[in-house]
Every structure is written in C-alpha cells, then in structure tokens.
C-alpha cells in the first residue's frame, strides 16, 4: 500500500546534537511538506518542497533545515540552533495539482 | 497572512450528545476549507472539505458547511460516539497549484464518555 513512513516513532537527544528526521512516501507526489505541532499551537509549516531539489520556508523555519534529494524522501534535521526542539513532528506529501495531501504518522523528539 | 481560528477547548461530551466545533477564517481571495482529525499519537487524516462558498462537506455524520458571508465552516454532528474522541483541527489551502499549502487552526480535543 502507498503511504508515508516517518522513523522513528520516537527520538531523544542531547541538547546541542544535531538530528535528522526520516520522511518517506511511494505515492509518486510531487510536494512534501514538515510540520511542527505543540499542544495548543496547532501544526505550523517548517519547510516544504514542491520538487526535487527545490524547497522553501514556511513560517518557522529557523533552527531546521531540509534535502530534497530524490522524489521520494524529504528529512528534517533539527540543529543545535533551534532553541525549543521538543516537540511532535508531521510530514505530509501531495500530488502537484489538488488537495490530496497524506499525513505520516509522526516522530515526537525529545531534546533532554 | 492567511489564519484559522478554533473555538477554545477542551470538549467533553456524553456519548449521543450534538457536537458544534466553531471555525472562523481570515485569507486573501478563495480558499479552500477542511476538518481533520488526529487520533492519539497518530498522524491526521482528512475528515471532510469544501472547496467553494455553500458547499457542504461530509463523512461519518459529520458535516460542515462553506460560509463565504461569514468566513466560517463550523464542524458538526448529530450524536457523538466514544470513538470520536479524537483532536480535530480546522484548516484551509490558498489553492490547488503547486505552490499552496495548508494553514492550520489550533486544534480542539474533544472527548466523549460513554
């Protein structure tokens, strides 16, 4: 079945280490997306990409950065810099045209 | 900038109550609007959408309806199960093309005991 695989399901690091969030999706969509999600404060867009080797910057974008190497995988890595990086992670993908988006299952990291 | 604004919650229900979840937003031109709903420590899955003023959207029981006049699209249903409990959030896409995306209310948990 077509979908999209976030690994891991949970993730814990040390304060100033970098990590790196897996997305995966075999739907063939062209756009992906990262959401952060806070309780209380909703989904908020970190990056997307609407083509390999292309991305942008959603609204908090700072501390994170984003590869669109091939088609099927967009990963996150969450840097010393981002100062508050605990939190529950979302990627999400759809096709170029229409509002098909799939959401994975998520990654909840803890910087302890 | 676009935003979605969702009544505040927590919501506790009995089973077989009539749920209104409250939705209201601001954007530029003519959005697209859509209910979401994440179980826990689950990702989200689209519950129902509406892409254009007095469309209704609906699954499940429930519905919801595209208010151009008052920029709402208000979630509703009959009579709620346990299962529903769940978060729900309010969201809306500033198109269809390659470069739109989603922008999301805050979220409302709803829980409903038997």
């Known amino acids: 079945d077509g979908g999209i695989t976030q690994s891991p399901k949970y993730l814990f690091r040390k304060e100033g280490q970098n990590v790196t969030l897996s997305c995966e999706q075999n739907?063939?969509?062209?756009?992906m997306y990262w959401y952060r999600q806070d309780p209380g404060q909703g989904l908020r867009l970190i990056y997307y990409?609407?083509?390999?080797?292309?991305?942008q910057k959603g609204d908090i974008a700072e501390g994170y950065s984003v590869s669109r190497e091939k088609k099927e995988s967009f990963p996150l890595t969450v840097t010393s810099a981002q100062k508050n990086p605990t939190a529950f992670y979302l990627c999400a993908s759809r096709p170029t045209q229409g509002f098909g988006y799939t959401f994975g299952s998520g990654t909840r990291l803890t910087v302890v | 900038g676009d935003s979605v604004t969702q009544m505040e919650g927590p919501v506790t229900l009995s089973e077989e109550a009539f749920l209104t979840i409250n939705c209201t937003y601001t954007?530029?031109?003519?959005?697209?609007l859509f209910w979401y709903v994440q179980y826990p420590g689950e990702g989200l899955q689209l519950l129902l959408k509406a892409t254009k003023a007095d469309d209704k959207g609906s699954n499940k029981g429930f519905e919801a309806t595209y208010r151009k006049e008052t920029t709402s699209f208000h979630l509703e249903k009959g009579s709620v199960q346990v299962s529903d409990s769940a978060v729900y959030f309010c969201?809306?896409?500033?198109?269809?093309?390659?470069?739109?995306?989603?922008?999301f209310g805050k979220g409302i948990t709803l829980s409903v005991r038997p």
């Open positions: 954007a530029t031109g003519y959005p697209s």
């Open positions: 739907l063939n969509h062209d756009a």
């Open positions: 990409s609407q083509i390999v080797n292309d991305f």
């Open positions: 969201a809306l896409s500033d198109g269809s093309g390659a470069n739109s995306k989603l922008t």
